[in-house]
């Protein structure tokens, strides 16, 4: 089946600090990944996403790399600020499931100045 | 671009009494829309897609009388909330999604929905 494991959290960092989240999947084919973020109180946002293999997704500072090889795609960040703090949310769609999206179980980061 | 609103954000409601909440894509046309649930500190749970004019597919374990899912345009989808009991109390978001297979979706900011 489909899945997507997170590391679990919290993850509590000072700013500046670098951050890794890991995140591996279960799935056949190939796969689109994803991560959202969710500050609180609100809904999803999408902060970057890779289609196939080897793509780098990136935005806000954030990256992360789609690995087949070893089914990860970890979100990274050189230097965190306080206004990341938020739950980080990996997920992954395959077409063949009419967009159903599976998600992790979220990562709760806190950035202290 | 790529907008999606849901109406209301907070709803505090007594038991026994229906609740509607609405999900509508402002700038685009949803093909799809996803109804999710969220325990505090937890993952998404999805709940149901639905497609619009057609019946919504529901997940194992959700009660589709109780959560009545209509799509009745491609820009507006609702959830009503059935008989609400305390333990409804739950924050609720909808996604749409334009066309269809793998092509991402746009959350709503969500609704935080309390049962007294």
């Known amino acids: 089946g489909n899945s997507v494991t997170q590391m679990e959290g919290p993850v509590t960092l000072s700013e500046e600090a670098f951050l890794t989240i890991n995140c591996t999947y279960t799935a056949t084919g190939y796969p689109s990944l994803f991560w959202y973020v969710q500050y609180p109180g609100e809904g999803l946002q999408l902060l970057l996403k890779a289609t196939k293999a080897d793509d780098k997704g990136s935005n806000k500072g954030f990256e992360a790399t789609y690995r087949k090889e070893t089914t990860s795609f970890h979100l990274e960040k050189g230097s965190v600020q306080v206004s990341d703090s938020a739950v980080y949310f990996c997920?992954?769609?395959?077409?063949?499931?009419?967009?159903?999206?599976?998600f992790g179980r979220g990562t709760q980061l806190t950035v202290w100045p | 671009g790529a907008v999606v609103s849901q109406h209301p954000s907070r709803v505090i409601c007594k038991s026994g009494t229906s609740v509607k909440i609405e999900c509508r894509s402002l700038d685009f046309q949803a093909t799809t829309m996803f109804w999710y649930r969220q325990f505090p500190k937890q993952s998404l749970m999805l709940m149901a897609t639905?497609?619009?004019?057609?019946?919504?597919?529901?997940e194992q374990g959700v009660e589709k009388d109780k959560f009545l899912i209509n799509h009745a345009s491609l820009t507006l989808s609702t959830l009503t909330v059935t008989s609400a009991h305390p333990e409804d109390s739950s924050f609720y978001i909808c996604?749409?999604?334009?066309?269809?297979?793998?092509?991402?979706?746009?959350f709503g900011p969500g609704t935080r929905l309390t049962v007294t």
């Open positions: 639905s497609n619009e004019g057609s019946k919504a597919t529901y």
């Open positions: 996604s749409a999604r334009v066309g269809q297979g793998a092509n991402e979706q746009y």
């Open positions: 997920a992954l769609i395959r077409g063949s499931t009419l967009g159903r999206l599976y």
